[in-house]
């Protein structure tokens, strides 16, 4: 498989759940993000991990915990919820390098009840 | 000020007209730049990468002006396929310094 996989694509959860989100990338690349999307907003930051070390927390609450066993997986934990966190969850990856390029997975469109 | 701003549209153009988006950026220490397109509720696809010189891509040419902090996208020949929103993106020289523009939508009627 190539390109950025992501896995649920959609997932619908209470605010006592926990599931996780996942990410996979098969480009070679070394950096990986995740991105919200909230409806008609612009994409917004979450985490940056490069060769498996988050170099990025965009202040977001610790309900998100990002994981990365290694350059090609990426998780976000996801634990107590808000209905507010409903959105498009991106990963992306790239190459570590100035300048390179992301390319996104498809997305996981969740939604809190 | 945002890094990177856009203006929301929407663009509504007929078929087969030629169309020009503008994005603007901030810090003038940005290094790369690059068009991505965005269906709805489908994840952000990189359309080109802008260089200096400028670069064309079939109907798609891409512009950056540094003295005025400015890139832009020309579309010609408009098709129906072409409707979607556009995103801007500035690199600031760092593999964890991307800036999205919130992105401009293109409505192309037949």
């Known amino acids: 498989e190539t390109g950025v996989t992501q896995t649920p694509r959609h997932l619908v959860m209470g605010m006592t759940n926990k599931k996780s989100l996942k990410c996979e990338q098969h480009l070679g690349h070394n950096a990986m993000y995740w991105y919200k999307q909230s409806a008609k907003k612009p994409l917004e930051l979450m985490f940056v991990y490069s060769l498996e070390e988050r170099v990025e927390n965009n202040s977001v609450p610790s309900r998100f915990s990002p994981e990365c066993p290694n350059s090609s997986h990426l998780f976000l934990h996801l634990h107590t919820l808000q209905p507010e966190d409903s959105a498009l969850y991106l990963c992306?990856?790239?190459?570590?390098?100035?300048?390179?390029?992301?390319?996104f997975g498809p997305g996981t469109r969740l939604t809190v009840t | 000020r945002k890094e990177v701003e856009q203006d929301p549209g929407p663009f509504n153009v007929p078929e087969g007209a030629t169309v020009a988006f503008n994005c603007t950026y901030s810090n003038s220490a940005s290094q790369s730049f690059f068009w991505y397109r965005q269906d709805c509720r489908k994840e952000p696809k990189l359309l080109m990468s802008?260089?200096?010189s400028g670069n064309e891509d079939g109907r798609f040419t891409a512009q950056l002006n540094r003295a005025s902090q400015y890139i832009s996208l020309l579309i010609r020949d408009s098709k129906l396929s072409d409707s979607a929103t556009y995103l801007c993106v500035v690199n600031i020289g760092n593999f964890n310094k991307f800036y999205f523009g919130s992105g401009t939508k293109l409505n192309v009627k037949p």
């Open positions: 802008v260089y200096s």
């Open positions: 992306a990856s790239s190459q570590a390098r100035r300048g390179g390029e992301q390319y």
